[in-house]
């Protein structure tokens, strides 16, 4: 029942099938006789995150991946299973050509011996939510397109240390390509986007919404943060091992910091005085003393296994640095414990127990609380944050999915964001006491919360089967080009900036006293984007809007579903940046058009892009 999946042992002579009942069931099948040879309760467990099942050589034994962070080796001649942590839950499982050794990929990529029921070697570092194996020699590639357009190449003729060979990208060549994070500077004046793809960095001029300079940064440069004087951006460079210190004044890298293996995660002190980095590799903090190109690491902190959940185009293990300066908190994520960090010393003081896989921290305004999400036992737990006298004070659960949280000043209250609940639940940040609860359900699963300078809710949301995201601020709904990752709002200008890797775009939104001021679109290559036309369905005109990187030639024109012109909007010349069009219905002979669906293009030299639009009688 409930079969997904069926693959073959080594020699033919054994099928193996796997019902995704809950708890799960493995069967072992002779292809001679067509019949259920032996089947296998995995109790308590249910398969997760890939159906894929990997055979040995004559069908006594099958691997395949389960809940819990964890996979499954299975034995048909004692009908029981063991449990294999190390290589958490797989997102895609192989094997290899003789059959002797299964392969699996996730975050590690993973040899497992069928015969010693042991995991021979690992590499760890690159995400892979798809891969394979080849059937002839003993290589491997994997890819996670949402995170990272290149395919990973591994070799493991040496099993017990399988090497990593290299990417290849599998797209156009790179520009700004992949953004994943976007912080703001306090003064509103720029804006730096992290491209994973292209291995650089952004910055957008937020005055005239151009793109200021793009700088190189290393392999898969991630997250990024600005100091307080909107002076410098501190910027986690992945596979560089190193934090690079950028000068916003002359767009220029002026230090690049060694620190742990594969720093990910960025928190600056309140007093620009320090950067704390989470390496989710070497499961490190570093400290960097900031002091512009003489910044430098002072201390290196191991704090235990960190790591990420593949919500939200992946959501890691938080670091957080507290407004008093005294400590940061690190979310240990496997070890579903929070760690206190002294400052001074540059210590762990206190490790507090927690839930199931803490991952993102904040502080209310005094410093002497946090909040904690654990998203996978979906509670938020509430922290005492006294040095070594640090205590929980509670674990509190009110929906499905807690991921990113935020601290609401003008309240005083703390907002989780629930990721499947579609909700933000608003608690007393010291007691955990539920306050109040907004739904957000027409709209896509939640992914970031944030608060402006009015104490009004900002809510980031991803597809919702019909939009592919937006971004809410109070009563404002702006509906976003393509599936959003993360945003930035800058209260001094009233400015947010959201990212979405897909499709390369960012778009930013100002807001006045009257409401949206401004909505723009940047594509951070050299092609452009085509905004979804306002309002759809129309009764008297729409509003065609498109951006382009540069200057060049646009020709605009409206079809009708046969492919006939109706009207040719605009066959000129336009400047770099965003352009409205306005079609009110009627073709080029001035007659207006009967109702029905029509098809607007825009085709540049570098893009050309659609969107069907309905018109209807008033």
Not at 1 to 24: F, M, Q
Not at 189 to 197: F, G
Not at 210 to 218: A, E, F, R, S, V
């Amino acid at each position: 029942p409930d079969c997904p999946s069926v693959n073959l042992s080594g020699d033919s002579s054994i099928a193996v099938a796997l019902s995704t009942t809950n708890p799960a069931v493995v069967h072992q099948i002779d292809i001679a006789s067509h019949t259920i040879t032996n089947s296998v309760t995995l109790t308590g467990h249910f398969i997760i995150m890939t159906y894929d099942v990997a055979v040995n050589n004559d069908g006594s034994k099958a691997f395949c991946a389960i809940d819990g962070n964890q996979s499954a080796l299975v034995r048909f001649a004692s009908s029981d299973y063991i449990i294999i942590t190390q290589t958490y839950t797989p997102f895609w499982i192989g094997v290899s050509p003789d059959h002797t050794m299964a392969i699996s990929g996730q975050y590690r990529f993973s040899i497992v011996d069928f015969e010693t029921e042991t995991v021979l070697g690992q590499h760890i570092g690159n995400s892979q939510y798809r891969g394979c194996v080849s059937p002839i020699d003993y290589r491997a590639i994997g890819f996670d397109p949402h995170r990272h357009e290149g395919i990973y190449f591994y070799d493991y003729t040496n099993a017990s240390v399988p090497s990593y060979r290299g990417t290849s990208i599998a797209g156009l060549e790179p520009e700004g390509d992949a953004p994943r994070r976007v912080a703001i500077a306090p003064d509103g004046s720029k804006a730096v986007v992290t491209n994973v793809l292209s291995d650089n960095a952004t910055v957008i001029d937020l005055d005239t919404y151009t793109i200021d300079t793009i700088i190189p940064i290393g392999d898969r440069v991630q997250n990024v943060a600005i100091t307080s004087d909107s002076r410098w951006a501190v910027i986690c460079g992945f596979n560089t091992n190193s934090v690079l210190i950028v000068d916003l004044y002359s767009n220029e890298i002026v230090a690049d910091v060694p620190a742990g293996s594969r720093a990910g995660v960025v928190s600056i002190s309140a007093n620009d005085q320090y950067a704390y980095v989470g390496n989710i590799v070497s499961n490190s903090v570093s400290v960097i003393e900031l002091a512009g190109a003489a910044s430098s690491e002072v201390a290196e902190i191991p704090c235990g296994v960190i790591g990420v959940v593949w919500a939200a185009y992946g959501v890691s293990s938080d670091v957080e640095a507290s407004p008093s300066n005294e400590y940061a908190l690190v979310a240990v994520s496997f070890e579903d414990l929070v760690r206190v960090i002294d400052t001074v010393s540059y210590t762990i003081v206190a490790s507090l127990p927690v839930g199931d896989f803490p991952i993102q921290l904040a502080f209310d305004s005094t410093g002497e609380y946090a909040v904690v999400t654990n998203y996978f036992d979906d509670t938020y737990t509430v922290l005492h944050i006294d040095g070594a006298s640090s205590s929980v004070i509670g674990s509190f659960s009110y929906g499905d999915g807690p991921l990113r949280l935020a601290y609401n000043r003008v309240l005083d209250e703390m907002g989780i964001g629930y990721y499947y609940d579609k909700k933000v639940v608003n608690v007393d940040p010291r007691t955990g006491a539920f306050i109040s609860s907004k739904s957000y359900s027409a709209y896509g699963s939640l992914i970031q919360v944030m608060y402006d300078e009015n104490g009004a809710p900002m809510v980031l949301t991803m597809h919702d089967g019909s939009t592919p995201g937006h971004l809410l601020r109070g009563d404002s709904v702006i509906a976003l080009p393509a599936v959003p990752s993360f945003f930035d709002y800058c209260p001094a200008v009233q400015k947010a900036a959201v990212v979405m890797p897909g499709s390369d775009y960012v778009t930013i939104i100002a807001w006045d006293t009257l409401g949206v001021k401004e909505h723009v679109t940047l594509p951070l290559n050299n092609a452009g984007v085509l905004e979804a036309p306002a309002p759809n369905p129309f009764t008297r005109a729409v509003t065609i809007a498109f951006a382009i990187a540069h200057q060049e030639h646009v020709a605009c024109a409206v079809y009708d579903v046969s492919g006939r012109r109706v009207t040719t909007l605009t066959n000129r010349t336009f400047t770099a940046g965003r352009h409205e069009l306005v079609w009110d219905g009627n073709d080029d002979n001035g007659r207006a058009v009967p109702a029905g669906v029509f098809v607007v293009r825009v085709e540049t030299g570098s893009f050309s892009a659609q969107e069907k639009i309905l018109h209807v009688k008033p």
